[in-house]
């Protein structure tokens, strides 16, 4: 595959440049699934909706179609469970877990990652994804239907969740904790 260049200029970046190295949604670590596609997420209203909205041309306008985007600032409602489950990004460089070509933190990471972007940072990422199968696990805990099974009803664009079509219910089981669930599809998990 021939190496693609991307420069960013955007509120956060300007003269970035980068190169994908990977054919896009392909080739990923194999301790790295996610089971949501940036696109995906984007249409699920992730972070409030303002995650994405001055840098939009550095990815592919299919993501952005159906994305539930808030142009002035971050909006609860158009996440899919109606609740803010985010802190702001100041809290995230407090921490030490912005890494500095990726000032947006790890949604923009993933979706570079995505586009076939392979960076140093990428172990610790991948690293701190795998972190949230503890939520996950609290969520199947608690899930009334004590299944372990996904209620997500549709195919993603990987393929992989259109187990459950057989369920009754549609996307998620919604009398789970809305925060928790939110948190896993910040991180591309499907939320159960």
Same mark, same amino acid.
């Given at each position: 595959?021939?190496?693609?260049?991307?420069?960013?200029?955007?509120?956060?970046?300007?003269?970035?440049?980068?190169?994908?190295?990977?054919?896009?949604?392909?080739?990923?670590?194999? +301790?790295?699934?996610?089971?949501?596609?940036?696109?995906?997420?984007?249409?699920?209203?992730?972070?409030? @909706?303002?995650?994405?909205?001055?840098?939009?041309?550095?990815?592919?306008?299919?993501?952005?179609?159906?994305?539930?985007?808030?142009?002035?600032?971050? +909006?609860?409602?158009?996440?899919?469970?109606?609740?803010?489950?985010?802190?702001?990004?100041?809290? #995230?460089?407090?921490?030490?877990?912005?890494?500095?070509?990726?000032?947006? @933190? #790890?949604?923009? #990471?993933?979706?570079?990652?995505?586009?076939?972007?392979?960076?140093?940072? +990428?172990?610790?990422?991948?690293?701190?994804?795998?972190?949230?199968?503890?939520?996950?696990?609290?969520?199947?805990?608690?899930?009334?239907?004590?299944?372990?099974?996904?209620?997500?009803?549709?195919?993603?664009?990987?393929?992989?969740?259109?187990?459950?079509?057989?369920?009754?219910?549609?996307?998620?089981?919604?009398?789970?904790?809305?925060?928790?669930?939110?948190?896993?599809?910040?991180?591309?998990?499907?939320?159960?």
């Amino acid at each position: 595959m021939k190496k693609r260049r991307v420069e960013v200029n955007d509120r956060m970046q300007s003269g970035y440049v980068y190169f994908c190295t990977e054919p896009i949604g392909k080739n990923f670590d194999p +301790d790295f699934e996610p089971e949501l596609t940036p696109k995906e997420m984007l249409e699920l209203g992730v972070f409030g @909706g303002k995650y994405m909205t001055d840098c939009a041309g550095e990815f592919p306008a299919s993501w952005f179609r159906k994305a539930k985007l808030s142009p002035r600032r971050r +909006d609860p409602k158009v996440n899919y469970f109606g609740v803010n489950a985010s802190v702001p990004l100041s809290v #995230w460089r407090r921490k030490g877990w912005i890494y500095h070509e990726d000032p947006r @933190g #790890w949604f923009q #990471w993933y979706c570079r990652y995505y586009m076939g972007r392979r960076c140093p940072d +990428d172990e610790r990422q991948i690293k701190r994804w795998r972190a949230m199968r503890r939520h996950l696990a609290q969520i199947k805990k608690h899930c009334p239907c004590r299944s372990g099974k996904p209620y997500f009803t549709g195919p993603t664009t990987r393929g992989r969740y259109n187990t459950s079509a057989r369920s009754p219910r549609f996307f998620f089981d919604t009398t789970l904790d809305s925060a928790l669930r939110t948190n896993n599809i910040c991180a591309g998990y499907v939320a159960l």
